[in-house]
């Protein structure tokens, strides 16, 4: 299998900084996203911080294990290297006055053959295109979730709440943080879109689907997903990550008290 990546950030229309970043490495089929939340430029700190942080560490720890690690030692080395950024924010936060509070959302994907081991916190998301059908394959780590789960509201009420910026969890913002992580099969064709939410609040899944079909290149899906956004308002940063897979053969088909971003 043969995974091609592109990774693309925008400010968007409304922000003067740019809070999300996104780190790629193409050796060890490698993907991170964060959208920082905080005062300042603290969340623009943080989402850097565990980018660059979860590169360095995981793309070094898979470079050094190749082939021979199993898929669940690659799951426990992204869960140690989440872990050692959320410390390392968490204690720039408390040892910073300026950067008190920030935290970062975090979604994280290694490409291993015919599967994707795919982890994530908080609310950015990972989509993928199959056939022509998008499917969200993350679950929002957010007060908005937990309603919808609950039958308190339903999606279509989902759009229009007061709660969208409420996530349950971050990285961070406590000395520990569940990275939630799971295992998808990857089929020739396929096209993976990792992205925070100033993409999915600003476009709905059928137009996201409609741009991703309508280009050939990754590097012009992006920019067109960027200019959807803006076009539809732009009112937060909008960072995507694509990936598409191509060649190989095709496999067989806690919560803690929310806080405001």
């Avoid at 950024?85 to 979604?107: E, K």
């Avoid at 908005?144 to 913002?173: C, H, W, Y």
């Avoid at 295992?183 to 059928?206: K, T």
């Amino acid at each position: 299998m043969t995974i091609e990546i592109h990774a693309a950030v925008d400010p968007g229309r409304s922000r003067s900084n740019n809070e999300d970043s996104v780190a790629t490495d193409d050796g060890v089929s490698l993907a991170v996203l964060a959208d920082g939340m905080g005062g300042y430029n603290a969340g623009e700190v943080a989402s850097n911080m565990a980018t660059s942080f979860i590169r360095t560490e995981l793309g070094r720890w898979l470079r050094e294990a190749s082939s021979q690690a199993s898929d669940a030692e690659v799951r426990r080395a992204m869960d140690i290297c989440v872990d050692n950024a959320n410390r390392a924010i968490f204690n720039a936060a408390n040892s910073n006055p300026q950067y008190a509070g920030m935290g970062t959302t975090l979604v994280v994907a290694v490409f291993r053959d015919d599967r994707v081991l795919l982890g994530h916190v908080g609310d950015s998301r990972c989509y993928r295109l199959r056939a022509g059908k998008l499917q969200q394959i993350t679950r929002d780590h957010s007060l908005l979730q937990e309603q919808i789960d609950a039958g308190l509201i339903t999606p279509e009420q989902a759009a229009f709440s007061a709660n969208k910026n409420l996530v349950t969890r971050a990285v961070g913002v406590e000395d520990s943080v569940l990275l939630e992580t799971h295992q998808h099969d990857v089929q020739p064709g396929d096209i993976f879109l990792m992205c925070s939410d100033g993409l999915s609040d600003m476009l709905e899944d059928a137009a996201i689907a409609q741009v991703l079909q309508a280009h050939d290149s990754l590097e012009t899906t992006s920019r067109a997903l960027i200019d959807a956004a803006n076009d539809a308002g732009g009112k937060d940063n909008i960072s995507v990550i694509l990936v598409r897979a191509s060649g190989g053969v095709a496999a067989p088909a806690r919560s803690w008290w929310p806080f405001r971003r």
